[in-house]
């Protein structure tokens, strides 16, 4: 999926009425099966563009366009029929305490069936190999059957990203996937994130705190300070000076180190340390 945003203006949902935006005029163009991170200080805007990406918020200015179309202008109906198209796994995932870990990672296709599907999905899961599979992409497979509030919080984020993988959505947009991930289970997850979203050809935007791990896995690197576009650039050509400028008095976020397992090697990277933004 492709996605053009034109002087984009948007306020995060719980800022007050009088607050400024959180993004702030930004134009971007993203093109269709790309891998973008995306990454800045605290504050700067990420997860707010996230949500106007995914078209659950709606812009105070601008317009987001995926595949020339503006979601904003389609009736009830058809803008939830274009949220099937897209996923989105907030950094906090939703998933319901008493719920078991096979019926969290099938609720990755409820976009894709009807309402009686789904409610039998929720007493007789209709894919357990399949559930299975994804849960395994992640080091998980033991927990199928666990109840998602015996889960450590590292594992639950580990799901939440498994159901990305139910899904047949072209467009995935992740806010802090990693936040609650030891360093081996982070560098299998978005390991196992891009490698996936190639193979699928599917439009895959990223909020990363983890630095390093952006420039490794992700060939575009967008870069947000104060709700703006500080730099597009491939990762290649991002330097250590353009991030102290990037994170100004908020330097010390890159200056958290998290060591890669030995022998692990990102796709055509070379193993080196992590810089981790918290």
């Not at 360093?183 to 299998?188: D, F, Y």
Request: glycine content about 8%.
């Amino acid at each position: 999926m492709e996605i053009s945003a034109r002087n984009l203006c948007g306020k995060h949902p719980a800022a007050p009425s009088g607050a400024p935006h959180a993004i702030d005029h930004l134009s971007v163009q993203i093109a269709s099966g790309e891998h973008v991170a995306l990454i800045g200080p605290s504050g700067s805007g990420k997860t707010t563009l996230i949500q106007l990406l995914a078209a659950g918020l709606k812009p105070s200015l601008g317009e987001v366009l995926h595949n020339g179309q503006n979601p904003w202008q389609l009736d009830k109906s058809d803008l939830q029929q274009f949220r099937k198209h897209l996923i989105v796994a907030p950094q906090v995932p939703p998933l319901p305490p008493r719920q078991r870990v096979v019926t969290a990672i099938l609720a990755g296709r409820l976009p894709q069936q009807s309402i009686g599907q789904s409610l039998r999905s929720l007493f007789y899961p209709s894919d357990i190999p399949g559930a299975h599979a994804a849960l395994d992409q992640f080091g998980l497979a033991d927990k199928l059957f666990e109840r998602v509030d015996r889960l450590s919080g590292g594992e639950r984020q580990r799901v939440a990203l498994a159901r990305l993988l139910m899904s047949n959505a072209k467009l995935w947009l992740i806010d802090e996937p990693l936040s609650a991930l030891d360093p081996n289970s982070a560098l299998q997850a978005i390991d196992t994130l891009t490698r996936i979203a190639k193979e699928r050809g599917v439009t895959l935007v990223v909020t990363l705190h983890q630095v390093e791990t952006a420039l490794q896995f992700f060939p575009r690197v967008l870069a947000l300070r104060k709700g703006q576009l500080e730099f597009d650039l491939p990762a290649a050509e991002v330097s250590r000076q353009r991030l102290q400028q990037l994170y100004g008095d908020q330097a010390y976020e890159l200056e958290q180190p998290a060591v890669l397992p030995v022998g692990f090697e990102a796709t055509g990277v070379a193993t080196s340390q992590v810089m981790t933004c918290r």
